[in-house]
């Protein structure tokens, strides 16, 4: 059974950091795309990192570049994401997903994601 569990969101003032952590429940950590995605009320959700597993490779999105970093401990199956200088338009619901296979370099989906976490909420006050 998957099982994908957010933890470590909370308020900070802009200009802070925050760091949140997914730990997964995965039949293999190899081989697979875990990514975090956002989503603040009427709002699309948002890809935000991404990670292949298997050799490291991260993405980011351009509103996320040079502030965010996704990393994973693989043993542990555990996805982190640091975020630095945060602005109030971080403001949002953080989810961790996972897929098989490599990441997608562009046109990230989240309908390509089979497996979601129940989110951690991530607050950034002016």
């Known amino acids: 059974q998957v099982e994908l569990v957010e933890s470590g969101g909370g308020s900070v003032q802009a200009g802070g950091s925050l760091k949140v952590t997914c730990a997964a429940s995965l039949d293999t950590f190899s081989d697979k795309c875990m990514a975090w995605f956002r989503q603040s009320p009427g709002k699309a959700r948002e890809p935000v990192a991404r990670?292949?597993?298997?050799?490291?490779?991260?993405y980011y999105g351009d509103s996320v570049k040079d502030r965010f970093t996704i990393s994973q401990e693989y043993d542990d199956m555990m996805v982190y994401l640091r975020m630095d200088y945060l602005k109030p338009e971080d403001t949002a619901t953080y989810y961790c997903?996972?897929?098989?296979?490599?990441?997608?370099?562009?046109?990230?989906?989240?309908?390509?994601?089979?497996?979601w976490g129940q989110g951690t909420q991530v607050s950034v006050s002016p």
């Open positions: 997903a996972a897929k098989h296979g490599a990441c997608a370099v562009k046109a990230v989906e989240d309908f390509d994601f089979p497996y």
């Open positions: 990670i292949y597993t298997k050799r490291g490779t991260t």
